[in-house]
């Protein structure tokens, strides 16, 4: 496929104008001129340069990568049409929808996500891959977008890194065991022998001695409470309650934790917001 650099430049500007600092989690600030978003606030977003976006919008440039295209498509909240249109103005095929490869999440969960910065949230994948936390999510778990390879997934670390399980109560270890082999088990039948899930349980089979127990088990629908008692190296523990919300199309969960008001764990959590605030 060709670039089509004057749709893309086009097409970039319209859904530019269309945002609001608002609709992506952004103070609108003083002083603003600009009817939508300000080209340094998409670059921002998108995690590229304001000059290599400008060049975009001026139908400038190399043809940008898929990769970079799937960072713009996420940064401007595009739903899963607008994003596939966005690959093919930039030359590239779209992505398959939907399963267990599908990295671009919903704009609507997108926009709940931006409205919880004093809470506690993350959107991740069916195999436990965080996509985006909010700024209290990593403030209570670190940051889980980093990791790669296998380890993306909460499941594989769980059974592979000791510090993993450092972040949860000693006493309910044995039952998160069983639910991640339950629900990896579960998503290798929906997905396939092919699929990436039964590539991380053929992993752990090698790797885990613990989890080819339960494996051998063939134990299903062991689900996890909405009870979560998360241990903080500097608050310690905090016992929070999980509600989901889940995208049925892109297999995304929305997880947010809160606290019951005046317990002791909602005060730590107000500490843990002091403590990880950055310093202007």
């Not at 409205?115 to 936390?133: C, F, H, K, M, S």
């Not at 590539?199 to 009870?227: I, Q, Y």
Request: proline letters at 6%; a neutral charge; hydrophobic letters at 35%.
């Amino acid at each position: 496929m060709e670039i089509d650099r004057t749709g893309l430049a086009d097409f970039l500007r319209h859904r530019r104008a269309a945002l609001q600092p608002e609709d992506v989690g952004l103070p609108r600030g003083q002083r603003r001129r600009t009817g939508g978003l300000r080209r340094e606030e998409v670059a921002v977003l998108c995690h590229m340069s304001t000059d290599y976006y400008a060049r975009l919008e001026r139908a400038r440039g190399p043809q940008p990568s898929e990769q970079m295209i799937a960072s713009i498509a996420q940064g401007l909240h595009l739903n899963i049409q607008e994003r596939d249109h966005l690959f093919r103005l930039a030359g590239h095929a779209p992505p398959a929808r939907g399963g267990e490869t599908e990295q671009h999440i919903a704009p609507g969960l997108l926009r709940i996500l931006d409205r919880l910065d004093d809470t506690p949230a993350e959107i991740v994948t069916e195999l436990g891959e965080t996509l985006r936390q909010t700024s209290m999510g990593v403030a209570l778990t670190g940051d889980l977008t980093g990791y790669r390879g296998p380890a993306r997934s909460l499941g594989y670390r769980w059974f592979t890194d000791p510090v993993t399980r450092a972040r949860y109560a000693a006493d309910d270890h044995r039952y998160l065991s069983r639910v991640y082999a339950s629900g990896l088990r579960e998503v290798v039948a929906r997905r396939g022998p092919r699929s990436r899930a039964a590539r991380l349980a053929e992993l752990l089979l090698n790797e885990s001695e613990e989890f080819r127990a339960l494996w051998d088990l063939h134990e299903v629908g062991v689900l996890p409470t909405s009870g979560k008692r998360f241990v903080h190296p500097e608050v310690g523990l905090l016992d929070l309650e999980c509600q989901t919300l889940l995208d049925p199309y892109q297999s995304h969960l929305l997880l947010v934790y809160t606290a019951v008001p005046g317990s002791e764990t909602h005060e730590k959590l107000q500490l843990l917001s002091v403590i990880s605030a950055p310093l202007h």
